[in-house]
């Protein structure tokens, strides 16, 4: 294994905190969503911050996959991460629902198209079997 890039995030103060990164690309406050008994302050949460992360990532996978078969993508193409926080008589735990716009592709192609960016993305592997992961294919009517 070869490790291509490595980034370094830090947070003091857990959800009331505040997140630096070494590079100091990112520097903001983080808050409690009023749904979570917070004060619903300014800040931004980590639930933002993992599905913009995801939607990301999968946004690159997905551009893999359409290179290989050979599809343009439009610039309109995107990706939308809802990630919900939930809880049951176990404790909390995470999902997502990926969104992915693909315009200008059939349904049975945008279909493969996240099925597949599903199989090589790196977050899509990290939560595999951790979270439920819903893709849903969003089309033009």
Same mark, same amino acid.
């Given at each position: 294994?070869?490790?291509?890039?490595?980034?370094?995030?830090?947070?003091?103060?857990?959800?009331?905190?505040?997140?630096?990164?070494?590079? &100091? =690309?990112?520097?903001?406050? !983080? $808050?409690?969503?009023?749904?979570?008994?917070?004060?619903? #302050?300014?800040?931004?949460?980590? +639930?933002?911050?993992?599905?913009?992360?995801?939607?990301?990532?999968?946004?690159?996978?997905?551009?893999?996959?359409? &290179? =290989?078969?050979?599809?343009? !993508? $439009?610039?309109?193409?995107?990706?939308?991460?809802?990630? #919900?926080?939930?809880?049951?008589? +176990?404790?909390?735990?995470?999902?997502?629902?990926?969104?992915?716009?693909?315009?200008?592709?059939?349904?049975?192609?945008?279909?493969?198209?996240?099925?597949?960016?599903?199989?090589?993305?790196?977050?899509?592997?990290?939560?595999?079997?951790?979270?439920?992961?819903?893709?849903?294919?969003?089309?033009?009517?």
């Amino acid at each position: 294994m070869k490790t291509l890039y490595e980034a370094t995030t830090t947070v003091r103060g857990g959800r009331n905190g505040h997140l630096t990164t070494d590079d &100091k =690309k990112l520097d903001l406050d !983080l $808050s409690v969503p009023n749904e979570m008994g917070g004060d619903g #302050g300014s800040g931004t949460n980590p +639930e933002q911050l993992f599905g913009g992360a995801y939607a990301a990532c999968f946004g690159g996978a997905v551009q893999v996959i359409a &290179k =290989k078969k050979k599809i343009e !993508l $439009s610039d309109a193409f995107s990706i939308t991460a809802t990630i #919900g926080f939930c809880e049951d008589e +176990e404790g909390a735990f995470l999902e997502a629902t990926l969104d992915c716009y693909i315009p200008g592709v059939d349904i049975k192609t945008g279909e493969s198209i996240i099925k597949n960016a599903h199989k090589i993305c790196p977050f899509s592997k990290a939560v595999e079997d951790n979270i439920t992961v819903n893709l849903n294919l969003m089309v033009d009517e």
